[in-house]
Every structure is written in structure tokens, then in C-alpha cells.
């Protein structure tokens, strides 16, 4: 079935602004809150926000094997299940909808003030409900800096890595929108030069500049799934700021890894890019060596030009663009992943979301956290207010922004705004 939403030449009879992220050729899935504390998953173009619940009552969708209530839920999770044919063909029918030439919509006001909303009016919700999240640990340049950093230059990455995609299991429960703040965590951690840990506030929270996919229901308990197919069961990407408590981290992650130093909270963007409106910017992801063993094999073009960067801003300040990488940079591809993660016959469910790790570049300014930034604190970062970071300081707020662009098209996926606050405190 060709992507017929994909069209360069297609406009909307919705105003779009120059350079959104949000064009007709986008089309992005999501769940917010309107100003009658109605839920509804819905999608967007430029600066408006499109009830598909209301349009889908309305009878728009009509030709389309759905639930009665596919689009009137707080999440996405059913629509995901039902798999690759109808999210193409609802992106299809939804560019068919507001396409520049049909009328259908477009010149009746009635329907369009229960369908539209200005963007400002709404709330984003969680997209998902978020059963497992497993975060990899795939850019290479980022795996031999903290090599090099808490290990040798020459023993910076382990043996493993080369050969599979490296993953912990993370906590669902604490993954959160843009928008919503993060506390500062408590926890355990050894002072420099001491023998006996102390408990209390980190003192080293880090960002790490990532993205996310989210899955469809892949298999069945014991099943693998082959490379081949592994696409199929992507429905699409956000950013995801995998926030890092350093000091925590480091006392406790000898001999299982991360646990309450990313346990306290992950942000993601609220939008959901489909692998098919990202479809035109594939390119070939880097020359693996040694050439991964037969179930991780795949030719041509698996990775895709994403650029992606991330932002400090203080407190009654001004945005400091600290990194600029691109998902490009991504040494074990999604596909990979994702057939690594079912290879032992893990089970892979409709809204499971699983991270990219922190994606860096080869150079300074391509390093996906601040622990790179700064090499361990050792180089602080300047703001343009004079201030010097080491790590992210209470009531900063991290900002993280993704998009494609080539001559024809922009596709983004919008902002992810998130505040450090100090340690919470119970009434």
C-alpha cells in the first residue's frame, strides 16, 4: 500500500508555520486533554491540535475496519495493535482529510470547532500505557567515552559490545510527558576518597539526549522475531531524555547496572513519529566490525538522518544549546535491537518503548550528556549568563528537539521540556 500522506506536494487548508515540525506530510499520534477535560487521541498539523476521536464519531474514518472507540481512549495502545495496514491507512485518510483541495472538513464550521483545537488549548498526555521499557546502550562514540572515563582508553569498550545490543531493563512507572518536572532524587552514593556511603540528595544529575521506539504486538512468548520483519513492528519514535543521577550511578552499578540512578524519571515528547513519515530520510547506519553474527544482519539503509539536539535554560533565562548529534550516529539499528531483545523469546507488546541510549557524535559537541560535556565535570560548560554548569542545577529545565529535513520536507517531532527540581518534599 503506498504512503500516499507522504506526498511533498500535498498542502493543508491548516495555516502551517515555516519550519514546523508538524507539515501535513508528518501527522504524528498522541493523546491530549481538552479544555472540557475531555481525553482523546488525536494528531497534529502545524499549531493545531485534531480530535480523531471526534472525527471518527463523525464518521471520517469511514471504509476503515476499527472499534467503534478506537480514538476515544487515553491511549494509543489499541490502535498500535492493530498494526502496520491501518496505521497507514488512517495516516492516509487523515492527509486525504485536511489535503488543501478537499472540502469535505475544510468548509464545514461546524464540524471543524469540534474537531480543532489551537495547540495552546490542550494538555499532552502519556501516549502510551507503557507496559516495559528496556534502554540500550548502542552509540559507540558514547560507550567509549565512559570507557575511557571510569575504565582505560585502551579497555574503553568491552568485549561484548561489538557483537549485540547492550540493554538494561528500566522502570515504567516513572516515565513521564514534556512538561511535567523532575525532582531532584535522593540516594545512596560513595564521596570521593571515602569508604563508608552516605545517603542524600545526587549531586550529579545528567541528561542523556536520546530517542525512543515504541512497538506493536511482535510475537508470542519463546518466538523470535527475524530481522527482516523487525520493521514491521515499530510504530514510531520519540525523544526521550534519559535522566542520570552520575554520583548515584557509579556507587551502585557494579555488578547489575543502573537501577535508582534512571529509576526516578525518563521524559518523553508526546508526539509519536511514524516510521512511515520518517521513511524518506533512511540512510546506512555505520560499517559494523566485526560483521554481527547472522540473526543481526542487514543491508541497505536502516538508520535515518535525525538531528537532534539538546538545550539547558536557567531560570529566568535563555536556551544554551549544549549538544548537537544525530541519531544517524546510532551504531546497532532499531531492527537490531528489536531482534536482539526477542532472541531469547522475550515477549514484545503493543506500547512497550524501548531507548536509544545516549546518542554522541565524534566530537565535543556531538557528546549526547553532560558527563562528556564537561568530561566528568572537569571542563564546565558556560552560559550565556555567565553562569558554568558541571551537571543540571536545580530549576534549570533541559530542552531537547529532533527533526528530518531535506530540500522537500521538515519533520520534527516537537519539543521536550523538562525543569530539575530540588528533592521533594512530603507534606
Known amino acids: 500500500m503506498p504512503i500516499s500522506a507522504n506526498d511533498t506536494k500535498r498542502k493543508s487548508w491548516l495555516s502551517v508555520p515555516e519550519n514546523s515540525d508538524f507539515p501535513i506530510q508528518n501527522i504524528p499520534f498522541g493523546v491530549f486533554l481538552t479544555k472540557e477535560n475531555i481525553v482523546t487521541v488525536g494528531t497534529r498539523i502545524g499549531d493545531y491540535a485534531i480530535d480523531l476521536g471526534a472525527l471518527q464519531q463523525m464518521n471520517y474514518f469511514s471504509g476503515i475496519e476499527l472499534t467503534d472507540d478506537m480514538f476515544m481512549q487515553d491511549t494509543l495502545n489499541d490502535f498500535i495493535s492493530d498494526g502496520k495496514k491501518t496505521w497507514r491507512l488512517v495516516r492516509n485518510r487523515i492527509a486525504d482529510i485536511f489535503d488543501e483541495q478537499n472540502p469535505q472538513l475544510r468548509d464545514n464550521d461546524k464540524h471543524k470547532d469540534i474537531i480543532i483545537f489551537n495547540i495552546d488549548d490542550v494538555e499532552m498526555q502519556l501516549p502510551v500505557l507503557i507496559g516495559d521499557y528496556t534502554d540500550f546502550y548502542s552509540s559507540k562514540e558514547h560507550a567509549i567515552n565512559m570507557g575511557k572515563m571510569f575504565r582505560t582508553e585502551e579497555n574503553a569498550l568491552l568485549p561484548n559490545w561489538s557483537h549485540m545490543p547492550i540493554a538494561y531493563h528500566g522502570r515504567s512507572s516513572t516515565i513521564i510527558p514534556s512538561g511535567i518536572p523532575v525532582h531532584r532524587p535522593l540516594g545512596q552514593s560513595l564521596p570521593h576518597g571515602e569508604e563508608t556511603p552516605v545517603i542524600g540528595p545526587s549531586r550529579s544529575i545528567d541528561f542523556e539526549l536520546e530517542t525512543a521506539f515504541i512497538t506493536t504486538d511482535a510475537n508470542i512468548m519463546g518466538e523470535m522475531i527475524p530481522i527482516s520483519e523487525a520493521e514491521d513492528y515499530i510504530f514510531g519514535m520519540v525523544m526521550l531524555n534519559d535522566w542520570t543521577s552520575r554520583d548515584i550511578l557509579k556507587w551502585e552499578y557494579l555488578p547489575l547496572g543502573p537501577f535508582l540512578s534512571k529509576n526516578f524519571a525518563t521524559s518523553i515528547s508526546p508526539w509519536i513519529v511514524t516510521m512511515d513519515a520518517l521513511e524518506p530520510f533512511k540512510v546506512p547506519g555505520p560499517k559494523q566490525v566485526p560483521s554481527p553474527l547472522p540473526y543481526?544482519?542487514?543491508?541497505?539503509?536502516?538508520?535515518?538522518?535525525?538531528?537532534?539536539?539538546?538545550?539547558?535554560?536557567?531560570?529566568?533565562?535563555?536556551?544554551?544549546?549544549?549538544?548537537?548529534?544525530?541519531?544517524?550516529?546510532?551504531?546497532?539499528?532499531?531492527?537490531?535491537?528489536?531482534?536482539?531483545?526477542?532472541?531469547?523469546?522475550?515477549?514484545?507488546?503493543?506500547?512497550?518503548m524501548m531507548g536509544s541510549g545516549a546518542i554522541s557524535g565524534a566530537n565535543k559537541e556531538n557528546y549526547g550528556s553532560m558527563l562528556e560535556l564537561t568530561w566528568g565535570g572537569k571542563n564546565p560548560i558556560k552560559l550565556n549568563d555567565?553562569?558554568?554548569?558541571?551537571?543540571?542545577?536545580?530549576?534549570?529545565?533541559?530542552?531537547?528537539?529532533?527533526?528530518?529535513?531535506?530540500?522537500?520536507?521538515?519533520?520534527?517531532?516537537?519539543?521536550l521540556c523538562?525543569?530539575?527540581?530540588?528533592?521533594?518534599?512530603r507534606k
Not at 323 to 348: D, E, P, V
Not at 418 to 425: C, E, G, K
Request: aromatic residues 10%.
Open 296 to 352: 543481526l544482519q542487514q543491508k541497505g539503509k536502516h538508520s535515518f538522518d535525525i538531528h537532534l539536539e539538546a538545550a539547558i535554560q536557567p531560570e529566568n533565562g535563555t536556551e544554551n544549546v549544549v549538544s548537537k548529534s544525530n541519531f544517524k550516529h546510532l551504531y546497532w539499528t532499531m531492527n537490531q535491537q528489536l531482534t536482539h531483545h526477542a532472541s531469547s523469546g522475550c515477549r514484545i507488546n503493543s506500547g512497550d
Open 418 to 425: 523538562s525543569q530539575l527540581l530540588p528533592p521533594f518534599v
Open 386 to 415: 555567565g553562569t558554568e554548569r558541571k551537571f543540571i542545577n536545580d530549576y534549570d529545565t533541559v530542552i531537547m528537539k529532533g527533526f528530518c529535513k531535506n530540500s522537500q520536507v521538515r519533520i520534527g517531532f516537537g519539543e
